[in-house]
Nanobody, 124 residues
Framework: QVQLVESGGGLVQAGGSLRLSCAAS????????MGWFRQAPGKEREFVAT????????YYADSVKGRFTISRDSAKNTVYLQMSSLKPEDTAIYYC?????????????????WGQGTQVTVSS
């Protein structure tokens, strides 16, 4: 059984910061790699960030590069998304998702499991 639980969303002013968390079981954390996606009203779900299988490299959407940082804490079976310099266009529901080894890192349909999402709202 795979369960992903996101937390850390909320309301923040433009230019502010938030840190999102995605907690998983030890088995899930070791078997899959986590990625972050987001979906704004009326728009398709889009890739935000993920880690390589080794955890050495990080990958980001161009829209968030330089502002967001993904990291992992294996002791806590948790992946984080640190978001800084937030913009109103970052407003969306943010989802944590898990992909198996060998899958494409930035495709929605390559991720096998999804959390319920956490709302991030950035005011202007």
């Amino acid at each position: 059984q795979v369960q992903l639980v996101e937390s850390g969303g909320g309301l923040v002013q433009a230019g502010g910061s938030l840190r999102l968390s995605c907690a998983a079981s030890a088995r899930t954390f070791s078997t899959y790699r986590m990625g972050w996606f987001r979906q704004a009203p009326g728009k398709e779900r889009e890739f935000v960030a993920t880690l390589s299988w080794s955890g050495v490299s990080t990958y980001y959407a161009d829209s968030v590069k330089g502002r967001f940082t993904i990291s992992r804490d294996s002791a806590k079976n948790t992946v984080y998304l640190q978001m800084s310099s937030l913009k109103p266009e970052d407003t969306a529901i943010y989802y944590c998702a898990a992909r198996p080894r060998g899958s494409t890192l930035n495709r929605v349909d390559e991720y096998a499991y999804w959390g319920q999402g956490t709302q991030v709202t950035v005011s202007s």
